[in-house]
C-alpha cells in the first residue's frame, strides 16, 4: 500500500498524545530511577534518565530489619484471594437468580437497589463492625466490600442476553435450575467472569480506606495500608531529622521503592491482560 | 375456590424457583447483615451520642445536629468547596476523555496507538495511595518537576501545598490517572458508528475535521449526555481518596469538602460522632436526590432506566 501523507488532524493528534504519554510516563520512570539511585548521585543529578549510581541500599533498607513488608503482602494476598473469591460467587449467583423470574423478584431486586443510594454512613458502620466483634480482622476487610451491586445488575443483564431457549431446552431434558445455571450458563459467560475476577482482585488489592479504620492499632495490615503509614513515618523521621541518610539510601529513594513495589504486581500483569480490563467497561457501557 | 386456586399456585411457583431462592440466599443474607443493619445506627444523627451509653441508651435530641450543620462556619465551606470542586472537575476533567477518545480515533499507527492506550488506561488500576505518594515526590519542591525549574533559573513552586495551585492539581492528577480510562467508554461509542457515513462524507469531499464535528461528535452524543447527567448525580462526591492522599496541613480550606470534614470530625481531635452521623446523612440524602433525579433523566433521553 502506498503511503499517505498524515493530514494536520492526524499530525496534531500523534503530537499531543505523545506529550501526554510522557507526562504521564516520565513520573513512573522517574520513581523508578531515583529508587535505584544514591544519595549522592541524587543530589547532583536529581533528575536523570538512568541512576548515574546504581544502588539498592533503598530497598535494602525498606527489607531491612523490622520491616513489615512482607506481613503487609500477605494480608493483602489473603484479602485478595478470599475476597475475590467470596464476592465472584456471591455476585454471579445473585446476577444469575436475578435474571429469572420468581416470586418475590421485584421485592429482592429492589432491596438490592436501595443499597446502593443509601446505607448506615461511616459511623454507624463502624460500629456495627465494632460490635461484631469484627475490628482488626481480615475477614472485616473482605466483608466491608463484599457486595458491589452495580456489579451484579451488569451480571444480570449479562445472563439476560443468553436466550431464554437455551435454558428451556435443558429444562425439558429434566434438569434443575442448579444444573441449568452451573452446566449451561456458567460456561457461557466465561469472558465476563474472567473480567469481573480481575477487577474485583484489583479492587481488593488496592483496598485502604476501610482498611485503615478496621486494622487501626492491630498488628495486621495490607499493602495500601503499609505503604501510606511507612511513608508518612519516613516523613516524620526526616522531619526530627533522625539519622538516617548513610551514603547510599534517602528518603526519597525508599519511598519510591515503596511505591515500587507495592504496585509492581499489578504494573507485570496489566499490559498482558489489558484487553480484559477494558472488555468490563464495555460491557458497562452498552448497558447504560 | 379461585383464591385458593390462586394461593395453592403461588406456593407451587416458590417451589418451583427453590433453587434461585438458594442461588439468591447469599446476597440477601448479607446485604440484611451487612448492610440493612448497621441503618439502625443512624439514629444518632438524632441523638447526643456518648460511647458508654451505647446507641440506644442515648439521649435523643432532635434535629438538634442538622440545625448545628448551618451554624457551623466549616461545615458550610466544606458543602461549597464541595460543589466548587465538583464542578471544576465538571470543567476541566469531564471532556477530557472525549478529548483523548478522539485524539486515539484519529492518530495513525496501529502499534502506538494500542502502547498509548495501555500507558493511559494504568494509573487508573493504581490506588490513590500509590498515585499519591508517586505525585507528591514528582511535585515536591525538591522534586523532578521543580529541579527542573530551578535548573533553568526559575523559581520552586510549591504545587500541592499552595490554597490557589490545590484545586487545579486536583483537577491535573485525576486527569493524569483517570482520563484514559474514561476514554475507552467514548472509544467503544465511536466504534459504534456507522463507517459507510464516513466514506460518504470522505466521497463527498469533507476533511477530516469536518468529519469530527458531523460525525464522530454526534454520534457519541447519547453517551455524552448520559455520562454528563451520572457525573452531575454525584456532584456531591468530591473524591475523598484522591484528596485524603494529596492534602496536607497547608491546604487547610481547599482540600476541606464534606467527606473529608465527616472523616475529621469522625476521628480527629475530639470525635463528634452524632454530628458527623448527621452530616453524613444530610450528605446522602442530598445524593439520593440526585441520583434519582438523574436516572429519571437519563431514562428519559435514552428510553432505558440505568438501575432496573
Redesign the interface.
Known amino acids: 500500500m502506498a503511503k499517505r501523507r498524515?493530514?494536520s488532524?492526524?499530525i496534531f493528534?500523534?503530537v499531543?498524545?505523545t506529550l501526554?504519554?510522557l507526562?504521564?510516563?516520565?513520573?513512573?520512570w522517574?520513581?523508578v530511577v531515583?529508587s535505584f539511585e544514591t544519595a549522592d548521585a541524587y543530589a547532583k543529578h536529581?533528575?536523570s534518565w538512568w541512576p548515574k549510581e546504581f544502588t539498592l541500599g533503598n530497598y535494602k533498607y525498606l527489607l531491612g530489619k523490622g520491616s513489615t513488608l512482607f506481613e503487609a503482602y500477605k494480608g493483602t494476598i489473603i484479602v485478595t484471594v478470599f475476597g475475590t473469591l467470596c464476592e465472584m460467587?456471591?455476585?454471579v449467583?445473585?446476577g444469575?437468580?436475578?435474571s429469572?423470574q420468581?416470586?418475590g423478584k421485584r421485592f429482592?431486586?429492589?432491596?438490592?437497589?436501595i443499597?446502593?443510594?443509601?446505607?448506615?454512613?461511616?459511623?454507624?458502620?463502624?460500629?456495627?463492625y465494632k460490635n461484631l466483634g469484627l475490628l482488626g480482622t481480615y475477614a472485616s476487610v473482605i466483608?466491608?466490600s463484599?457486595?458491589d451491586v452495580q456489579k451484579?445488575?451488569i451480571m444480570k443483564s449479562s445472563f439476560e442476553s443468553i436466550p431464554m431457549e437455551l435454558q428451556e431446552a435443558a429444562m425439558i431434558d429434566g434438569a434443575?435450575?442448579?444444573t441449568v445455571?452451573a452446566k449451561v450458563m456458567l460456561p457461557l459467560q466465561k469472558p465476563m467472569i474472567a473480567t469481573f475476577t480481575l477487577r474485583t482482585m484489583?479492587a481488593f488489592w488496592?483496598?485502604?480506606?476501610w482498611p485503615t479504620?478496621l486494622l487501626n492499632g492491630t498488628n495486621k495490615t495490607v499493602l495500601?495500608l503499609y505503604?501510606?503509614s511507612f511513608?508518612s513515618n519516613l516523613d516524620e523521621e526526616v522531619q526530627a531529622s533522625t539519622v538516617f541518610v548513610e551514603g547510599t539510601q534517602f528518603a526519597?529513594g525508599i519511598?519510591?521503592a515503596?511505591?515500587f513495589i507495592?504496585?509492581l504486581p499489578?504494573?507485570a500483569v496489566?499490559?498482558f491482560l489489558?484487553k480484559y480490563?477494558?472488555k468490563g467497561?464495555?460491557v458497562g457501557?452498552?448497558k447504560? | 375456590m379461585e383464591l385458593q386456586a390462586n394461593k395453592k399456585n403461588i406456593w407451587r411457583e416458590i417451589w418451583k424457583a427453590r433453587y434461585i431462592y438458594l442461588l439468591l440466599a447469599p446476597v440477601v443474607i448479607y446485604l440484611l447483615m451487612f448492610n440493612y443493619a448497621p441503618m439502625y445506627g443512624i439514629q444518632i444523627a438524632f441523638k447526643d451520642f456518648k460511647a458508654r451509653l451505647g446507641i440506644w441508651g442515648s439521649e435523643w435530641v432532635g434535629l438538634e445536629n442538622f440545625e448545628k450543620i448551618f451554624s457551623t462556619p466549616t461545615a458550610i465551606h466544606a458543602i461549597l468547596n464541595t460543589l466548587r470542586i465538583s464542578f471544576g472537575r465538571l470543567a476541566f476533567e469531564f471532556p477530557m476523555g472525549i478529548v483523548i477518545a478522539v485524539l486515539l480515533t484519529e492518530m495513525p499507527g496501529k502499534k502506538v496507538k494500542k502502547a498509548y492506550q495501555t500507558l493511559f488506561t494504568f494509573p487508573h488500576f493504581l490506588s490513590w495511595v500509590v498515585v499519591g505518594t508517586l505525585l507528591r515526590n514528582f511535585l515536591a519542591s525538591d522534586g523532578a518537576i521543580n529541579q527542573l525549574i530551578t535548573s533553568m533559573g526559575g523559581e520552586s513552586v510549591r504545587f500541592l501545598g499552595t490554597e490557589s495551585l490545590f484545586r487545579p492539581m486536583l483537577y491535573l492528577t485525576s486527569n493524569w490517572k483517570s482520563m484514559g480510562w474514561e476514554a475507552i467508554i467514548y472509544m467503544a461509542a465511536i466504534a459504534g458508528i456507522d463507517t459507510s457515513l464516513y466514506e460518504a462524507a470522505e466521497i463527498d469531499g469533507a476533511s477530516r475535521l469536518q468529519r469530527i464535528w458531523h460525525i464522530t461528535l454526534p454520534g457519541i452524543k447519547v453517551t455524552v449526555v448520559v455520562m454528563l447527567i451520572l457525573a452531575v448525580g454525584g456532584i456531591m462526591n468530591s473524591g475523598f481518596d484522591q484528596i485524603f492522599n494529596l492534602k496536607n496541613t497547608m491546604v487547610y480550606d481547599a482540600a476541606t469538602t464534606l467527606d473529608i470534614y465527616v472523616y475529621d470530625l469522625t476521628f480527629t481531635g475530639v470525635p463528634d460522632y452524632s454530628f458527623s452521623t448527621a452530616v453524613g446523612l444530610f450528605k446522602t440524602i442530598i445524593n439520593l436526590i440526585l441520583m434519582l433525579t438523574a436516572n429519571k433523566v437519563t431514562s428519559m433521553i435514552t428510553g432505558e432506566k440505568m438501575f432496573g
Open positions: 498524515w493530514d488532524v492526524q493528534s500523534a499531543s498524545l501526554i504519554a507526562v504521564i510516563f516520565v513520573p513512573f522517574n520513581a531515583i536529581p533528575f460467587a456471591i455476585s449467583m445473585a444469575y437468580a436475578y429469572r420468581f416470586p429482592f431486586f429492589v432491596l438490592l437497589l443499597t446502593m443510594f443509601f446505607g448506615g454512613g461511616l459511623v454507624p458502620t463502624y460500629l456495627h466483608l466491608i463484599l457486595v451484579i445488575i434443575t435450575d442448579m445455571f484489583v488496592n483496598t485502604w480506606y479504620l495500601q505503604l501510606k511513608v526519597q519511598k519510591m515503596a511505591v507495592v504496585m499489578i504494573m496489566y499490559p489489558q480490563f477494558t467497561i464495555m457501557a452498552v447504560m
